[in-house]
């Protein structure tokens, strides 16, 4: 069970409440109003616990599990032990996480702004807004209901955020224009300049980075990472895109939507990125490529061409993934003969 002292427990829950919400198919459940109390792993749960089943190298755990109910796939069903309530589906851990954010919604504003926040007069600030200790909001900014400005986040002169968002603790905001439903990590740095520089044996003449970033509805931007402006046009994060910490985005990128980038990822300058495409930690991007819809870069992959749509490409430079292997097996083959 979550700790208390962290975090706020809805319910209790019953069976055909449970079902409803996630759009599954109660199993051994002869009283669909028997409740649940909290969500756990199923190794930790107990009799009024709700858990679930996606992977199948825990079989154990499931087969030996004390959890009352639990999410699982049609296959699994007759592998689960007397007495557990069932709630079948082909994709358990998407119905558990809907489960879990009934128990555990996700924090909204409170209302309540600190006297030790600093707010400019002419800011709008929305139906309960929360604005911790520490944290300043410049001239003319927009926020929406129910969002969250942490400790010492600092939302610069203009910026507008919409409903529902959270900016966590340090992280700082210039030059933006956010959805709803947003989640700003803490020590995320958003807006600032693009690394923009007329390069010469002269020296280097600095660029003035004249656009912003333009964040779409459902996006979270990990802890520590970056998202610099455009330089004129736009840096654009798509709807429903997840960032991960550490994460280096350059000027005038543009994402599509639900794109997932892993950690360390750094996207320089220009590049378009399709929708839903998958960025695997430590990849590098370099500037002005596009990368087309459902692609997939490997870890630690430096792509320094164009990647179609649908393509996987991995190494550095980055390859067709198959190739990538066959490279790989044939290193290793070299390897062996030399010894």
Do not use: W
Not at 159 to 180: D, F, P
Not at 305 to 328: F, I, L, R
Request: a neutral charge.
């Amino acid at each position: 069970m979550a700790d208390a002292r962290f975090f706020s427990r809805k319910g209790p829950f019953s069976v055909a409440e449970i079902a409803a919400l996630t759009e599954t198919t109660p199993v051994n459940a002869p009283d669909e109003t028997r409740v649940f109390q909290d969500v756990s792993p199923l190794q930790n749960a107990d009799g009024d616990i709700l858990s679930f089943f996606d992977n199948r190298k825990y079989l154990d755990a499931f087969v030996n599990s004390k959890a009352g109910a639990c999410f699982v796939r049609p296959e699994f069903v007759e592998r689960a032990p007397e007495g557990m309530v069932l709630f079948v589906t082909k994709d358990p851990y998407r119905a558990y996480a809907k489960a879990a954010t009934a128990f555990y919604p996700f924090e909204t504003g409170n209302g309540v702004i600190s006297d030790r926040a600093v707010i400019d007069p002419s800011s709008k600030l929305g139906k309960d807004v929360q604005v911790d200790a520490g944290a300043v909001i410049g001239a003319n900014c927009e926020i929406g209901d129910g969002t969250i400005i942490a400790s010492n986040a600092v939302i610069g002169d203009g910026v507008v955020i919409g409903a529902g968002c959270k900016v966590g603790a340090n992280a700082s905001i210039s030059h933006s224009l956010i959805g709803n439903l947003c989640l700003i990590y803490p020590g995320a740095r958003i807006g600032q300049d693009g690394f923009g520089f007329a390069m010469g044996p002269q020296g280097h003449a600095k660029v003035p980075q004249l656009g912003r970033v333009v964040i779409g509805n459902d996006v979270e931007v990990g802890s520590n990472s970056t998202i610099d402006r455009g330089a004129g046009p736009d840096t654009v994060i798509g709807n429903g895109c997840r960032i991960d910490n550490l994460v280096q985005i350059g000027h005038n990128v543009e994402l599509g939507m639900g794109c997932v980038v892993v950690s360390q990822v750094g996207i320089s300058g220009s590049t378009k990125i399709g929708n839903f495409v998958v960025l695997a930690g430590q990849a590098g991007i370099t500037g002005h490529l596009e990368i087309g819809d459902g692609a997939k870069v490997a870890a630690q992959s430096g792509v320094m061409k164009n990647v179609g749509p649908g393509e996987t490409v991995g190494g550095s430079p980055a390859v067709p993934v198959m190739e990538y292997h066959k490279q790989t097996v044939a290193l290793s083959r070299l390897i062996r003969k030399k010894k």
